[in-house]
């Protein structure tokens, strides 16, 4: 498949992942489970056919340390879709590429570049504007506002986690045992806290079925697909824009509407976030 295409159709499939959290009707703890462990049910048979199971130890715990967080982070960013718009929740949850660049800095001193620092800087503009300032001033902020904030940061840790193994390991023998630590983990939760996982509606099967095959499994494959042709950046500049195509089904399916301030502060959030992307251009020799 064409690079491109194959990116177009990852960012479709995983924004309809906020819609489908909304329609399934059920706990957020039970959606997130059920999305990664369909999408494993259906990826494992192709990993054990095709042998596809090679991995060295080093790698397999980076994989299952993975798996954890990104499990953390899909829970959590559930949770925090049933507390405030669809559009709101996925805007934020997509500035982990900011926390990402300020981790890398303290952690690694890792120089981010001026364009980076002016991306950042208005991106919390654009979040003083979306919440409020004087909600701001005052340290009052809604639990979904700092649920997705939170869900972005643990994204952005998933990422420094599991950078580079993807250039040692295929996408599918990553995804496999990743998948299959989230799941596991997902399902100790869920037990622990007597989560509902059974009796459900047929609506919410099909919810979770249709977020497990298409947001998670289709999704993820063809946006991985796509960065081992495309350059990193612009995949990520790309990947913004399953904001607005989720903004538009939640008014569509959801019927949800978004105050005047929400709007603009969303568009400033993605401008500085899409600044946050630019690099300094090379000196000429």
């Not at 300032?133 to 990422?159: E, R």
């Not at 990520?236 to 929400?262: D, N, P």
């Amino acid at each position: 498949m064409n690079p491109k295409i194959s990116l177009f159709l990852g960012i479709l499939c995983i924004a309809f992942s906020p819609i489908f959290v909304k329609l399934a009707g059920v706990p957020a703890l039970t959606s997130s489970f059920y999305r990664i462990f369909i999408g494993w049910v259906c990826l494992a048979p192709y990993c054990i056919i095709k042998n596809k199971l090679k991995i060295n130890r080093a790698d397999l715990l980076i994989a299952i340390l993975g798996g954890l967080v990104f499990a953390s982070d899909i829970a959590v960013w559930h949770i925090s879709l049933l507390k405030i718009s669809a559009t709101i929740s996925t805007l934020l949850a997509n500035l982990a590429p900011v926390w990402v660049g300020l981790l890398s800095y303290l952690l690694f001193k890792k120089r981010a570049g001026r364009w980076f620092w002016i991306g950042t800087v208005v991106a919390i503009a654009g979040m003083v504007v979306l919440v409020g300032y004087q909600d701001v001033i005052h340290l009052k902020f809604n639990a979904g506002i700092l649920l997705a904030l939170l869900a972005s940061f643990l994204y952005a840790c998933y990422i420094l986690i599991t950078k580079g193994i993807l250039q040692k390991i295929e996408t599918i023998t990553f995804m496999f045992y990743n998948m299959l630590a989230a799941s596991i983990f997902l399902l100790l939760i869920c037990l622990v806290d007597d989560i509902e996982l059974t009796g459900l509606p047929a609506s919410s099967w099909e919810c979770l079925l249709a977020m497990g095959i298409i947001c998670q499994l289709t999704g993820w494959i063809t946006i991985n697909y796509a960065i081992k042709f495309l350059e990193s950046t612009k995949v990520s500049i790309a990947l913004l824009s399953q904001t607005v195509i989720a903004g538009f089904l939640a008014i569509l399916l959801l019927k949800e509407r978004l105050e005047f301030k929400e709007i603009i502060g969303s568009a400033i959030v993605l401008g500085g976030i899409a600044l946050s992307f630019i690099k300094r251009p090379m000196a000429k020799a």
